[in-house]
């Protein structure tokens, strides 16, 4: 069966610090991969899909970026947090050609926040 | 005007209660889906359709793309289906858009 693991579960940081969050995917392969972010009090937000090694995708400009460096693999990072990355950060794949057509299955989170 | 909407934003219904939730949005879908997201902030998906009508369990999901809704019911509502509960379309290519949420309390 599939599983999609992400750590860590909770962050504390500090503004200006980098930040790394990574997700693995075991159970499946070529899975398109996503990262969403949900800011306290609000909806959820695609960051960034990628449908294979090496290629990411961005749907919101931001201080954010994300790689994909192993077929399960998707990191999100920044080289300088702000106080408005706090939020509820989730990966997420589907089946390789899928996209939003296809179902979802969400990582647990990581909790970030900034101070 | 948002892109997906839901009402109603909050609900509080007794145990047993039937339960209906809507979504509605404004541009042409691939595929909606329903989530639901427990109150440590897993999110859960529940069902993905393009047309008709889905059961699992207790849970119905139909859709109508004509009128571009989509309607989430529940039977017989237990308190562990307290949540919220989250409408979200797709919109062609990667375009993946979230409804605001509905929050669900259903007290014992």
């Known amino acids: 069966s599939q599983t999609i693991h992400q750590w860590p579960a909770t962050l504390v940081q500090p503004v200006g610090s980098p930040l790394s969050l990574e997700c693995t995917v075991e159970?499946?392969?070529?899975?398109?991969l996503y990262w969403y972010r949900q800011a306290a009090g609000r909806g959820l937000q695609l960051l960034f899909y990628s449908v294979g090694i090496g290629q990411i995708s961005s749907e919101v400009p931001q201080n954010l970026s994300a790689s994909r460096p192993q077929d399960r693999q998707f990191i999100l990072s920044s080289k300088k947090l702000l106080l408005s990355d706090s939020g509820f950060y989730l990966c997420?794949?589907?089946?390789?050609?899928?996209?939003?057509?296809?179902?979802?299955?969400f990582g647990p989170g990581t909790r970030l926040t900034v101070t | 005007k948002n892109e997906v909407e839901q009402s109603p934003q909050n609900l509080t219904a007794q145990e047993g209660e039937f339960i209906t939730i809507n979504c509605s949005y404004s541009?042409?879908?691939?595929?909606l889906h329903w989530l639901q997201q427990h109150p440590g902030g897993g999110i859960v998906s529940l069902f993905m359709l393009s047309s008709g009508k889905k059961k699992h369990g207790r849970l119905i999901a139909t859709i109508n793309i004509q009128e571009k809704h989509s309607s989430l019911h529940i039977t017989a509502s237990h308190p562990r289906d307290s949540a919220v509960y989250i409408c979200?379309?797709?919109?062609?290519?990667?375009?993946?858009?979230f409804g605001p949420g509905t929050r669900l309390s259903v007290l014992p």
């Open positions: 159970g499946t392969s070529n899975p398109n």
């Open positions: 541009v042409g879908i691939s595929a």
């Open positions: 997420a794949w589907s089946v390789r050609g899928g996209g939003f057509s296809y179902e979802q299955y």
């Open positions: 979200a379309v797709a919109a062609g290519g990667q375009n993946f858009v």
